[in-house]
């Protein structure tokens, strides 16, 4: 990908360029663990209520 970008590899501050950037994607990629959680509906159903502005 990088080659096709039209970057130089061969200079020794590019050598790991390429497994930096499998890194970099593979976390942008890569979801993490969540767990959903509910709440007790404290207001009117249909009524919406917006969190307080700090």
């Known amino acids: 990908m990088l080659a096709a970008l039209?970057?130089?590899l061969t200079g020794p501050?590019?050598?790991?360029t390429p497994g930096r950037m499998v890194r970099a994607l593979q976390e942008m990629t890569t979801p993490t663990s969540f767990t959903a959680t509910d709440f007790e509906v404290t207001a009117k159903p249909g009524q919406l209520v917006p969190p307080p502005v700090a």
Do not use: P
């Open 6 to 8: 039209g970057l130089d």
């Open 13 to 16: 501050d590019r050598s790991t």
